[in-house]
């Protein structure tokens, strides 16, 4: 019995060591919250010098410098800077992404409005072929598309639909620095599909964003920069990155990146 105990007291000792070796000290209280933020939910509440795991490391919101957050054990995140683990740098693998793939019915009345229906595939005003709400046609006729023309504004809202992670994974691919809620999601989302992926990774839009500089403030100062087609401002671009900027300004709660609600 006395030999069980004692068995028992050293595998105890030993999981302790283990945590200790693994964990890492909170310097101060801090909150751990539902994603990689300060906007995001606190989901419980660190004592100081309490020893937390570490499963992954992400991007997040900037606290006094420093942009990385650290996702527990238990599941939420909170800011690397409290966290003593001897380096500004990464100690473990990067958390995966968690970004919304769809996008919210606003961004997709936004982009349908802009976009216009088109039933069977014709140019566009670039001449490129098109159908439905800006599908891009891949293949001779558009036969990717997987429905029968003449598309219904049914069937064109469905292939936008399907058309829609293309463009959010790109977004996904290029931020790395900043928390967009659901609308501001939308709204980069639209401005994606309209001026395309390698446009928007090489833009001052993005690497203002992944800076660290307000979202609202960027969006309403790069935005309007896409207005050209061709070399001319063309009205339907203004109209289209005005109502893009009113969309991305409207507060909502619902977070979409880096991680989605």
Request: charged share 15%; proline share 5%.
């Amino acid at each position: 019995m006395k030999l069980a105990t004692l068995a028992t007291a050293i595998a105890f000792a030993l999981s302790s060591l283990t945590l200790a070796a693994n964990g890492y000290t909170v310097k101060d209280s801090l909150h751990c919250r539902s994603g990689p933020g300060t906007g995001y939910a606190i989901i419980k509440i660190y004592k100081k010098g309490t020893n937390i795991s570490i499963s992954c490391q992400t991007p997040g919101t900037n606290v006094l410098g420093d942009t990385l957050w650290d996702k527990t054990s238990d599941g939420c995140y909170v800011s690397d800077y409290y966290v003593l683990t001897g380096t500004s740098s990464y100690v473990t693998r990067k958390c995966p992404s968690k970004y919304c793939v769809e996008i919210n019915q606003r961004g997709i009345d936004l982009i349908t409005e802009f976009e216009g229906f088109v039933a069977n595939p014709s140019p566009d005003a670039t001449g490129l072929p098109t159908v439905g709400y800006g599908h891009q046609c891949q293949t001779k006729g558009c036969g990717e598309a997987k429905y029968k023309f003449p598309l219904t504004k049914a069937t064109a809202r469905e292939l936008l639909v399907n058309d829609i992670p293309s463009y959010t994974k790109c977004l996904g691919s290029c931020l790395n620095n900043v928390s967009l809620n659901q609308n501001q999601w939308a709204a980069l989302t639209s401005w994606v599909f309209n001026v395309g992926c390698g446009s928007a990774e090489s833009s001052s839009l993005v690497k203002r964003l992944n800076s660290g500089e307000s979202p609202n403030t960027v969006a309403a100062q790069e935005l309007p920069k896409w207005q050209l087609a061709g070399g001319k401002v063309l009205p339907g671009l203004v109209r289209r990155r005005a109502a893009e900027i009113k969309l991305f300004t409207t507060a909502s709660s619902k977070k979409a990146y880096p991680a989605c609600q």
